[in-house]
């Protein structure tokens, strides 16, 4: 017989009637006159009871249930008790009492409990990740994944946005990162990449005419993972025509809005603040910052213009940067505390930091014997200094300076507890570079990709100093975290063709790479643009869970390993064989 | 600037108004004294006008416009003068006075014309994928696609099913059609898989208990393709805890209504008919009866039991079957045109093909001479035959006859015209057979998967004659297609064991293969069975495309080749070393 209700739906409206129930044995209570079982299942959970006045038969058919054997009950809703009611859960008030038990099916003795507060080994919850799943907690964040996706689609659908599927099996383009490769049975020698990120399916859609495209995607990255990357990730993946930066910023500024509000009842106040890439840098030594963190780094240049301190002198002259934070009560700090962090600061490449304790209204140790007292004074008014205040410095050149000051800050804060875990704070970052240059490779690469348009174009703006350009792009960051980024396109064919060239790929690899895009951009290209989110580390955040493994049905290990089923794995000769390849001797 | 309006908004009420479009010139009509453009866009179409003696600037510019150059206009919404009102448009009785003119982007001359009347070779059509999108009937394809993906995931939303995303990169465990490979970095030798389907992941959500799962998911056959077919595809993938077949094709049922209705409008009459998979054998020769053909296979054997026709008589004795189908109008048939006929049926297998015409109330020639009156009277009386009427009969095994039938009937059908086009026949073919024995691989292999549940289970099911096990599964067919199939799973270790036995799949490769969902079964797995829509196929049928290829944005062609980008392709070796592979010498 079919369930009439799921394990959270029977209330004090239900009693006296007939029901019938499927769960799981979540716990058992034997109170020797009566056994009480929690039956379970995704809605929640309900108490039935075994009477054995009322069918002994069935009590002692009781006496063999264990945890995690899937029943089908049939019974009668009861008023519970006075004492054993229960607040906490939709169906605490009622009980149903057993006449009918039918064991669906039974269960070995789980390898873990399947409660919330066991800390088990994660290889063992990714072994049974069936069982770990079947966590209250674990279920809630795919319950609220589902959530976001409906919603998310909903407001782009709603918007004229058009969901449309892209490739899986693509060209290989690596560019940045590695593809993974799917070598091809019908075409030896050949291979497909999967989609690092549908980049340049989504221009090809808008060239096509579509205006407004979305998609909730899987995307593949061939790296070595770090902590949180999985080699398959998920993007909320949109591009727009006939759009500038502010109407992309908008458009995702609301779809955020949205997914915050309707997934979790949190109201994100309009609109979000923009600060540009350089500002970011010079107050929080990175493009992410969490403005959470109640202090931010000062740009000392100007104050000690004049220093007579060698240290500070020197970095003027050189065009250095002089920069500090303030840490509030940071003179209870220990001199070996102090030192850990200089030598930390050293390892991250600083040539030092400086530090000045503040107390009593006078600077102490550190430093302060170096410095004037104009230049005392003008830190004061400039740290708003109060007793008890510890100054960091650092002065070295701009791209070591912000960086260092700007991961000290982070530690601090976590140290000190300085973040307030209920906050989200939304932050745009535009106007960042176009290019960096890569020692490594020794040529100018993208920053974004290599179809962001810079902010100002000209003929020869590749002619001097290409890391000063500035591009339309922008990325969305959540309490520290990338959430989203994206760029305006390049629709112009010779601009995309001089960017090529810019980043060193020649004429013949782009032609043969992406030869089938700058064709594309001769037949009347719209202007477009648009911006990805990552969706796996969206849900982290809103699900404040602690890995990105807990927001991903069935996750890979850091070794890119599934540990239940056992992928990647051997296969037989022939398979290979099909596909033209040898092993190489491992 | 912004448009402020698309191409298809733009109606009396907007007379007078300055607005600013965005789109592609359509088509141009340069009348000397006026120049129109037809400005497109994916919402519509909105004449433009350039007048020379409001703008003569302008107008020389527009001199120079060409097709599918990008503009960006502002001007001024006037009426259209009578003579030019267009009802068949949106935007028919206005047009814009263009008082500004932006070039956004131009373009080369397209190699096809981007219009829907033209017949060109798929081939340039796929190599310039981008323009052939811009035609307005394949972008309903993709505007009502999206649509159908929103509709479908809202009515499963809305019904308590969580979307729950499965890996990608999953173990290779081929059975049926050729996985997929990507060789893995990190673990030399190793392999994943793409999926073929979910399959494994659902049933392992049902055991983690969500109940209720949907995916909207890309799934991949390394086949060698037939027409309609495609290495990667696309499915509606639901599986459902605690379910008979019933609530399965319940749910499903309601499902395809909702997509009809919302999509097209067009109302399916709920129950679907359900026909056991014998029956529709018998009565169309297959399993996926196309009912919208008002004939179908009737079964003489009885009919035929004391035949002295030796070709019957043969047949009765050797328990096969005798069989016919009656072609309204068939004596005009040429006896050149029965012949090709005969012949035909001959190389599709049967020993032959006997047909009987029905003229003025007689039977005249094939095998009329060989049967009694009585036989003659009872074959009228069956057959309900008219004058005119063309019977043909075949008599052989019971796997050859129907089949055979089946086909001529398609045929038939076909060739006069026989088929309502603006019909949509549903039906539910049910109690398919479990196993089917394979002669190639001299074993029993599952019809659906093995993890399909037998209708009737007892400890030896298995021990006689597995082929006449009826399975629960269940396929929906639609106009002769098959849109959607699933199965009950089997919940049980012991016969999911059982079954992998009978397939000959030795214990070992079972564990290897399936180690990982024995396990799981282990610990308390629910009553499951799931459906998979062909979502290709699907929308193929609502937008009476003609090849699944106009449903895909970006498809490949029979050999698996992508033309537009050129993908599968040749890689660096640098890339296939890292592999640890090596090209074999093709």
Redesign the interface.
Known sequence: M??TY?CNELTLKNIGEDVVL?G?VHSKRDHGSLIFIDL????GLTQIVFNPETNKNIYMQAKELRS???L?IHGKVETRPQESLNNAIKTGEIEVEVKDLIV?????T?PFEISEDNEIKEELRLT????D??KKKL?NN??L??KV??IT??FL?NNDF???????????T?EGA?????????????????PQSPQ??KQ??M?????QYFQIV?C?R?E?LRKDRQ??F?QIDIEM???EVD?VIDMASKLICEIFEKSIGYKIKLPIEEISYKEAFERFGNDKPDLRIPFEIVTLNELFKNSEFMVFKETIKNKGSIAGIKIKGGVSFTRKKIDLMIEDAKNKGAKGLAYLKFKDGNFETGISKFLSSDEKDSLKRKFELDDGDLLLLVADSYNVVYPILGEIRLEIANELNLINENEYNFLWVVDFPLLEFSEEENRFVARHHPFTQPKLYSENIFDESPENIIAKAYDLVLNGNEIAGGSIRI??KKLQERMFEILKISKKEAEQKF??LLN?L??????HGGIAFGLDRLIMLLTKAKSIRDV???P?TN????L????????VDN??????????N?
Chains 1, 2 share one sequence.
């Open positions: 079919r369930r799921t499927n799981w379970r299942d995704r809605y995690e054997y899937v089908e669906l099916n039974k269960s070995k789980t049974y990740r069936y069982l799943l079947r279920q795919f319950i994944r589902s996706n409906q689609r909903n659908y058009l969901e449309i599927e892209t490739p899986i099996l693509m060209k290989s690596p590695r593809d993974f490769l799917v070598p091809s049975r019908n075409h030896p020698g050949k291979f497909y990449a999967l340049t399916y090809l859609l060239i096509a005419g579509f205006d899987k593949f061939d070595d080699p398959e998920t025509s006939f759009v109407d629709h112009q030869g089938f594309a001769q037949y009347g290209a719209p202007p991903i049905a069935f890979k070794s890119a390993y599934s239940m089923e056992g992928a990647p794995s051997y296969v398979q290979i064989n099909d596909l033209h390849l040898k092993l190489k491992i």
